[in-house]
């Protein structure tokens, strides 16, 4: 890491980190980016712990900065007419996964899992018992 280089593991303290968060913070980074590069940093020492080069974690009690948490505003009817409308004109070939999506709330890997036996159409019930999601095994 650039901003901790010039120092040696072993002599890597809380200091230092709280240093590295307040330029981070003065740099104009996110919380939650701040948040993510000392939580690397973070098991980044806990393996040298691990491995005995270290006998404490210098990233533990660290003051983080505090994320902002907003209120996401969902769509309402008139948003999600639109965009169907929108889809159909386009002729999205997923138009139909999008009004599933967006007439009954379940999430895209949970639509994507379905199968025939979970969808009941003349009674109007849809089942949702699996999900898939991406795993990167890189």
Not at 46 to 70: G, M
Not at 79 to 91: H, I, P, R, S, T
């Amino acid at each position: 890491m650039p901003a901790l280089g010039t120092v040696r593991l072993e002599r890597l303290t809380h200091v230092h980190v709280a240093r590295l968060v307040a330029d981070l913070e003065a740099a104009g980074r996110s919380a939650v980016t701040v948040r993510r590069i000392v939580a690397t940093l973070s098991s980044a020492m806990s393996d040298a712990i691990k491995r005995r080069r270290l006998a404490h974690n210098p990233a533990s009690h660290v003051t983080l900065p505090t994320v902002e948490r907003t209120e996401r505003g969902g769509w309402g009817v008139a948003e999600g007419v639109a965009f169907l409308a929108y889809v159909a004109d386009q002729g999205d070939r997923d138009g139909e996964l999008w009004e599933l999506l967006i007439g009954t709330g379940i999430r895209k890997g949970e639509a994507l899992a379905l199968w025939w036996c979970d969808v009941d159409i003349g009674g109007r019930v849809l089942h949702v018992r699996r999900t898939l999601s991406s795993v990167d095994n890189s």
